[in-house]
């Protein structure tokens, strides 16, 4: 029988992702993702961190469900744009941004910018909390540049402008399991089967 996890994440593409991630570890545990539990009430990321969200997302969840509970915080941060948008990644265009509009966004403030100056990072934090209440948060980074056309039809978000460090092939470029291998969230995620595997039994 296998254990039952949820990931806190109605997001389509990221749920497949975590599903990836975790089900190439050899677990035996069935992930449900947010849109599993209908009377979820939507969670306010009102933290200032990464880790702070992701920790947040998680109590809300395995409180709610009485699950192990998952959840990420991820986003990119811009150098010359401070670190920006980071932790407003997902809504940098204002409520009820899409994908596209968020990475016009960032774009149009980075079009002048000089090829040298637009390095960049994905940062991911990603919480674990158990029914008991325990709790553990882990970290995964990734750096590269910015491009300033979109290249690439997969992944998604900011992917089609991220060209990682010593790759040729922006994030979009890649396939799934190019990316799991360097991506901040495949980081995090591994650094979390070992936690898993200690609770899943």
């Known amino acids: 029988m296998s254990v039952q996890l949820v990931l806190a994440t109605r997001n389509a593409k990221k749920l497949a992702e975590l599903d990836r991630l975790l089900a190439g570890a050899g677990l035996d545990v069935e992930i449900l993702g947010s849109d599993a539990f209908g009377d979820l009430p939507e969670i306010e990321e009102t933290g200032s961190t990464f880790a702070e969200n992701s920790l947040i997302k998680a109590r809300a969840v395995s409180t709610h469900t009485g699950l192990i509970a998952i959840a990420d915080d991820s986003g990119l941060c811009v150098d010359a744009l401070d670190g920006q948008p980071g932790i407003y990644s997902a809504r940098w265009a204002g409520e009820g941004a899409t994908d596209e509009s968020n990475l016009d966004l960032v774009l ?7 090829p040298a100056h637009r390095t960049a990072h994905f940062a991911c934090a990603a919480a674990l909390v158990l029914p008991s209440g325990e709790e553990y948060v882990v970290h995964g980074q ?15 978000g900011y992917d089609p402008i991220f060209l990682p460090d010593g790759f040729d092939a922006t994030t979009a ?19 979390l089967v070992p936690v898993i595997q200690e609770h899943v039994h």
């Open 142 to 156: 990734v750096n590269g540049v910015l491009l300033t056309q979109r290249r690439g039809e997969g992944g998604f």
């Open 108 to 114: 149009e403030q980075i079009r002048d910018v000089e």
């Open 173 to 191: 470029e890649m396939t799934p399991e190019q990316k799991d291998a360097i991506s901040h969230r495949g980081q995090a995620m591994r650094a």
